[in-house]
């Protein structure tokens, strides 16, 4: 049986949709759906993944610890042939495990953490110091850069994965195909 538009759907099973519309494509998530026995169109998912995400609120804990994260990742945009845009993450380390996710954005590759940082500078400040791990990425550390007093630490995975690419920039012979 299938829900009109105009019927009202009660605001935990909105939460769940959101989730559902926001950890997977709305074609998928209008399957999963239909899986429990209900028919939502896709525009229903979008509006609940919507009213979801104005629940959300991003930004520091001051008990929590004073290290975190920062990376961004691709996305792809219609329209847009080469290479998208960019999801930025912010995360913060919990004292018990796991990470609070303190800043989300999107932009262009090469610019646009300021956004992302810039209501997270006062809860920063709270920090004496601030860990900052990252993947080497510059843009990062130009939008937070003489904001906030922050010791910056590169991703250990990224060291051994970015140099091989650095020694073949430079031509370094190597002794076998490993």
Not at 26 to 38: A, D, H, N, P
Not at 61 to 68: A, K, L, P, Q, V
Not at 80 to 97: A, D, P, Y
Not at 130 to 142: A, E, H, N, P, Q
């Amino acid at each position: 049986m299938g829900l009109k538009e105009k019927q009202r759907i009660c605001s935990e099973a909105k939460r769940k949709l959101g989730l559902i519309g926001a950890l997977t494509s709305f074609r998928v998530s209008e399957k999963i759906v239909g899986m429990f026995g209900c028919a939502l169109d896709k525009m229903t998912i979008w509006r609940s993944v919507q009213e979801a995400s104005k629940e959300i609120e991003f930004g520091l804990d001051g008990d929590e610890e004073c290290r975190g994260e920062a990376d961004g990742t691709g996305i792809p945009i219609q329209g847009i042939k080469k290479r998208g845009k960019e999801m930025k993450v912010f995360v913060q380390l919990k004292k018990k495990g796991g990470v609070r996710v303190a800043g989300l954005s999107i932009g262009n590759y090469d610019s646009g953490w300021d956004k992302l940082f810039k209501p997270l500078i006062v809860g920063l400040r709270k920090f004496q110091k601030f860990l900052l791990v990252t993947d080497g990425d510059t843009s990062i550390l130009k939008g937070i850069k003489g904001k906030v007093e922050i010791i910056l630490q590169r991703c250990l995975w990224h060291i051994p994965y970015q140099l091989k690419y650095s020694l073949w920039q430079d031509k370094v012979k190597r002794n076998s195909e490993k």
